[in-house]
């Protein structure tokens, strides 16, 4: 008897494992145990996301500050409806990009978001934020060792963190 006689065998599984099967043959999907390990022992940034001031979580992150790049595209609305979700993206012809963050210093917790971007990858960012009110949104990009930063003038008119 093996571990695997008590799981029931479903439909849902068998795909589930054939697909897995194929995207690990066409190497979409691999598994590196040192970059595993290398992973694991990236620490959080729990006291920068803990900051309620834009400046420390950026200095708590980055320890230096970052100058506007033309080369950073922030898309976020001019004018949010709902606070609750504010679409943003950000994309970069910045080489060597590591993190990208997005700070929103209106927000009780101003680090909204931060990303590594592992090497190799195209450095596009898209998510949704939570405004507690009218804001510039701020995203910081680290490429080749230095800060660059792009920002944006979001208005919201209802709802959001604070309500």
């Known amino acids: 008897m093996t571990p695997f006689d008590s799981l029931p065998m479903t439909r849902r599984l068998v795909l589930s494992g054939a697909g ?4 690990a043959d066409l190497g979409v999907i691999s598994f590196h145990p040192v970059t595993a390990l ?3 022992n990236d620490k959080y ?17 980055y320890g230096q500050t970052a100058e506007p790049s033309d080369k950073i595209k922030l898309d976020a609305p001019e004018i949010a409806e709902n606070g609750a979700v504010v679409p943003v993206s950000v994309s970069t012809t910045l080489a060597d990009v590591t993190t990208v ?7 009780p917790n101003p680090l909204a978001a931060y990303y590594k971007i592992p090497p190799g990858t195209m450095p596009n960012v898209a998510n949704r934020l939570k405004m ?15 800060l660059y930063s792009a920002s944006r003038e979001v208005k919201v008119t209802i709802g959001g963190c604070g309500g």
């Open 20 to 23: 897995f099967l194929a995207l």
């Open 38 to 40: 290398a992973a694991a």
């Open 45 to 61: 940034p729990e006291d920068a996301f803990k900051q309620n001031n834009g400046n420390e979580a950026i200095k708590l992150l």
């Open 101 to 107: 963050s997005f700070v929103v210093p209106e927000n």
């Open 132 to 146: 507690a009110k009218t804001s510039n949104v701020i995203v910081i990009v680290e490429a080749g060792g230095k």
